[in-house]
């Protein structure tokens, strides 16, 4: 009994600081992201004082003309570049919500055919061919925006009358949107199927049809999930580069028409950050205050669609 109990009590002591380690490690890997996190926030927004310490952070965020080129000596033109943010900020919403309107509908309607109305041996292709389109690079939808989604658009454009520029919003957003749709279909399709299957019946039994069941059962009760699925294809629009470079353009225009050429924020980072820069001059600033700006963007959507989301699920519960 005393050896026994000896090797009890050394066996629980163990036992115990192996539940100490794997906490340890677990609370390790929760704190690394956090810290990361942080460390990125606190990164961009040190330079990004920098910055507004040079240009006043309402010329930043409310003006109208974007020309950061800046003089190499100060009796040159130019020597003081034009900073309003504001041309790139539409350009960037106006490429993201025609990308939306592209991805969300086609998205989300092949989710629920996949997961509702398809049988298993055409959801067992359907879902991987579709899923192949989220693994094609961004430069080749550039390529394919350019060769033939552009000139197909400006010749109709020139059919009925419309003078549709060689890059434009409408190229862009619409290229964009056909890369994002896998996103919001596989997210959207794994939520639905997550459904418990007893709601669909519950609501045959009070005598739904199937499109009546979707549309008021299972929808509402997928919404969290669909509403994480449109946000990622939301934070993956507003991050795209590549596309925009070749499709939209890099002309900082003020225009809300889709048919004209515009740039985006990340655009301009990458414009302003390539080749040998001195992170002293407001031109090379500029790039971590517009990626703050982006990073507030981003955080405000998501505030709003978990708002919309937990005002939705109290309703529905």
Excluded at 11 to 20: I, N, P, V
Excluded at 25 to 40: D, F, G, P, R
Aim: with cysteine.
């Amino acid at each position: 009994m005393i050896v026994a109990s000896r090797n009890v009590r050394s066996s629980a002591s163990g036992r115990r600081l192996g539940e100490k380690i794997i906490l340890g490690a677990l609370w390790l890997a929760a704190a690394t992201s956090i810290i990361i996190t942080l460390a990125i926030v606190f990164s961009i927004l040190l330079e990004s004082l920098r910055f507004f310490q040079m240009v006043p952070a309402f010329d930043f965020l409310f003006g109208l003309h974007w020309s950061p080129q800046m003089a190499v000596r100060a009796d040159q033109a130019g020597s003081s570049g034009a900073f309003g943010a504001i041309p790139l900020f539409i350009g960037t919403i106006l490429i993201m919500l025609i990308a939306m309107l592209v991805a969300v509908p086609v998205g989300l309607l092949s989710a629920i055919y996949m997961a509702e109305y398809a049988s298993r041996n055409t959801r067992n292709w359907m879902k991987p061919v579709l899923e192949m389109l989220a693994g094609v690079p961004t430069v080749v939808y550039g390529y394919f925006a350019v060769v033939l989604v552009a000139p197909f658009l400006r010749g109709m454009g020139a059919m009925v009358g419309l003078d549709v520029a060689s890059e434009s919003a409408l190229v862009a957003g619409l290229v964009m949107g056909i890369m994002i749709i896998p996103f919001v279909s596989s997210l959207s399709d794994d939520i639905i199927t997550a459904v418990p299957r007893h709601l669909r019946e519950a609501s045959y039994a009070l005598g739904s049809t199937q499109s009546e069941s979707i549309r008021k059962v299972v929808l509402p009760a997928a919404l969290p999930g669909i509403m994480a699925a449109v946000m990622l294809a939301v934070s993956r629009a507003i991050g795209e580069t590549m596309i925009v470079v070749m499709a939209a353009g890099m002309a900082a225009n003020l225009t809300l028409n889709p048919l004209s050429s515009v740039t985006t924020v990340t655009v301009q980072i990458v414009a302003l950050l390539v080749g040998d820069q001195e992170f002293d001059s407001p031109k090379t600033l500029a790039a971590f205050a517009l990626g703050l700006a982006l990073f507030c963007i981003t955080l405000a959507l998501n505030i709003a669609a978990l708002i919309t989301v937990k005002k939705y699920r109290e309703n529905y519960e």
